[in-house]
């Protein structure tokens, strides 16, 4: 059973930095697609940015220049480093994997992830 255990939220404030981190376990899917998600309290589930095994990355455009998402395929783990936090990216982060490669539209509402982490709380406050 895969297991995606998320890690290093928090409350910071504007212009902050926080990095979220990804345990993913039994996991092996060599060329499989991970992701970073998140929803605000009232809003949809959003696509903050997603990552191919190769390393290839794609974000969504509100975080482009701000955060990095990075993975390590021997350790299964995935990272999200954000920087220059603004008030709007409060949100419940959420790491996901899938079995097969990202695509086109990794981000897409449309696009099903096939595991899921619990989450984990960032809040940033102005």
């Known amino acids: 059973q895969v297991r995606l255990v998320e890690s290093g939220g928090g409350s910071v404030q504007a212009g902050g930095s926080l990095r979220l981190s990804c345990e993913v376990s039994?996991?092996?899917?060599?060329?499989?697609?991970m992701g970073w998600f998140r929803q605000a309290p009232g809003k949809e589930r959003e696509g903050v940015a997603a990552i191919e095994s190769n390393g290839t990355p794609t974000y969504v455009d509100s975080v482009k220049g701000r955060f990095t998402i990075s993975r390590d395929n021997a350790e299964n783990t995935l990272a999200l480093e954000m920087n220059s936090l603004k008030p709007e990216d409060t949100a419940m982060y959420y790491c996901?994997?899938?079995?097969?490669?990202?695509?086109?539209?990794?981000?897409?509402?449309?696009?099903?992830?096939?595991?899921w982490g619990q989450g984990t709380q960032v809040s940033v406050s102005s």
């Open positions: 996901a994997a899938d079995s097969v490669r990202c695509g086109s539209w990794p981000l897409s509402p449309l696009r099903v992830f096939g595991y």
């Open positions: 039994e996991y092996t899917y060599t060329n499989g697609c």
